[in-house]
């Protein structure tokens, strides 16, 4: 992953480092190449043209084309708008709430929620010590049910016992009971996925929501699906108010669009990356790092 854009901003870049002096047209040129690269990586419009018009205005400054080193100063530009585009600082599942605190797991069936809820919940009870509850709300997919309680064993952590004929609302609150009951720090509701984001399938998780009032609201989408996993995040948002967003399939060649424009056009942080299929595959996200990565 970024792997393409990193050779192209690398090239693109070194262009300019290797000349002495920059002209306002060096650069204007550079942010045309800057922003095709961009584009080619699946990141959103709205979001490249906002970063090369950033950079732009801040390398022509009269501060950075009259200095000694003009390229290496645009390259730290780019690097900041880089970061600042991925959302600066690394941030993490918030347990700040009185326990039990509810988590609600959403996304499109697929996406990798399942799998990720198992891989948090592994994480917070491993490294964090805490009593977690796992919850499976798919009342459509006793399939689902079940591999949400195969994962929880796999990761030591307990599930809520497999009751049938209970809606998601009567499930997520057996769920919040046995955890008060129980002295579990965090319960975590894998809500119900679907192929596309629909109506039936919102009013589920806005109802679940209402009924626990979760701490986190996190949305799982693929970052194989490039520009399709932002507009998903930013449909999940205008509905249940997400809180965070975790990015699977990280570790698959993905151009790198999802995860560069998901800051920016939703506004919410990527609190955790997906990088395999096992358990432990999960990953901070750090904004400063994925740009050192991206320009090499
Ligand atoms: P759900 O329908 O959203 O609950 O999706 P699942 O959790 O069942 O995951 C679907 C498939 O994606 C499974 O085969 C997972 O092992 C796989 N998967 C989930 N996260 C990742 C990831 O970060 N990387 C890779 N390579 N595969 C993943």
Redesign the pocket.
């Known amino acids: 992953m970024f792997e393409g854009l990193s050779d192209r901003l690398s090239g693109i870049l070194s262009g300019l480092t290797r000349r002495g002096a920059l002209t306002e047209a060096d650069v204007t040129a550079a942010m045309r190449e800057v922003r095709r690269a961009l584009l080619e990586a699946d990141v959103a419009l709205e979001v490249v043209r906002g970063f090369t018009d950033r950079v732009k205005e801040k390398a022509v400054g009269a501060v950075v084309l009259k200095s000694v080193t003009p390229g290496q100063m645009v390259v730290k530009i780019v690097n900041d708008e880089l970061v600042a585009m991925l959302g600066t600082d690394a941030e993490t599942v918030d347990l700040n709430a009185p326990a039990p605190v509810p988590i609600l797991m959403v ?11 198992a891989k948090i919940a592994r994480r917070l009870s491993d490294r964090e010590k805490r009593k977690v509850l796992l919850a499976s709300l798919d009342t459509r997919r006793p399939a ?1 049910m079940e ?1 949400l309680a195969v994962l929880a064993k796999q990761v030591g952590v307990e599930s809520l016992p497999i009751i049938a004929g209970q809606s998601a609302v009567q499930i997520a609150k057996r769920a919040m009971d046995a955890a008060r009951l129980g002295g579990f720090d965090v319960v975590m509701l ?1 809500t119900a ?1 679907r192929t596309t984001v629909d109506e039936a399938l919102m009013a589920e998780a806005a109802e679940v929501k209402a009924a626990t009032r979760p701490h986190e609201v996190l949305l ?1 989408a693929d970052a194989l699906t490039g520009q399709d996993a932002v507009n998903t995040a930013r449909a999940f948002d205008e509905r249940l108010g997400v809180t965070g967003i975790v990015l ?5 060649d993905s151009r790198g669009g999802a995860a560069l424009s998901m800051r920016a056009v939703t506004g919410k942080p990527i609190k955790l ?5 096992k358990v432990d ?2 990953e901070e996200f750090h904004p400063a790092r994925v740009a050192n990565r991206i320009l090499g």
Do not use: F, N, W
């Open positions: 996304g499109l069936q697929g996406s990798g929620k399942t799998t990720t809820t689902a591999q894998d996925g799982v699977t399939r990280m570790d698959g990356v997906g990088v395999g299929e595959a999960l």
